[in-house]
């Protein structure tokens, strides 16, 4: 399950509608405990993929770092990665799922026309994507 600050949801498809029609990225910084990973804040990123960046998305591995100092700085860990998918559905592609780690949940944002209109969370089990369930709480 991924329990997520209403703030840092807010945050998420405030900028999966800015970067529109491009794919957003970023990382979710909280606490694991168990199967529940709790999102205190949004870490957002800039899409590092140089081609392809209406279809694909890339976080730069200094950009990973940056975040993992931030989420350290408030006792915090990295417990999953945003993205959205342009004029898609907010389910995993074949891309998503082979670049996916297990252990780690992943948002994804589907923007109709410049609008954030859903998303769900994912996490990968026995190399496949399953959907968990989301709890937004908070302000």
Same mark, same amino acid.
């Given at each position: 399950?991924?329990?997520?600050?209403?703030?840092?949801? /807010?945050?998420?498809?405030?900028?999966?509608?800015?970067? $529109?029609?491009?794919?957003?990225?970023?990382?979710?910084?909280?606490?694991?405990?168990?199967?529940?990973?709790?999102?205190?804040?949004? $870490?957002?990123?800039?899409?590092?993929?140089?081609?392809?960046?209406?279809?694909?998305?890339?976080?730069?591995?200094? /950009?990973?770092?940056?975040?993992? /100092?931030?989420?350290?700085?408030?006792?915090?860990?990295?417990?999953?990665?945003?993205?959205?998918?342009?004029?898609?559905?907010?389910?995993?592609?074949?891309?998503?799922?082979?670049?996916?780690?297990?252990?780690?949940?992943?948002?994804?944002?589907?923007?109709?026309?410049?609008?954030?209109?859903? $998303?769900?969370?994912?996490?990968?089990?026995?190399?496949?994507?399953?959907?968990?369930?989301?709890?937004?709480?908070?302000?």
């Amino acid at each position: 399950m991924l329990r997520i600050r209403k703030r840092a949801l /807010d945050r998420i498809l405030a900028q999966a509608e800015k970067d $529109y029609p491009y794919e957003t990225c970023g990382l979710l910084l909280g606490k694991s405990e168990g199967d529940v990973r709790t999102v205190f804040g949004a $870490y957002e990123t800039p899409n590092a993929n140089p081609d392809r960046k209406n279809d694909r998305y890339e976080i730069d591995p200094k /950009d990973y770092m940056k975040a993992e /100092d931030k989420a350290k700085e408030f006792g915090l860990e990295i417990v999953g990665v945003y993205h959205s998918h342009p004029d898609h559905p907010d389910r995993p592609s074949q891309f998503d799922e082979e670049r996916a780690f297990e252990g780690l949940s992943y948002i994804i944002i589907s923007v109709q026309r410049g609008k954030a209109t859903s $998303y769900r969370s994912w996490e990968l089990v026995d190399g496949k994507f399953r959907e968990e369930a989301i709890e937004v709480f908070g302000n």
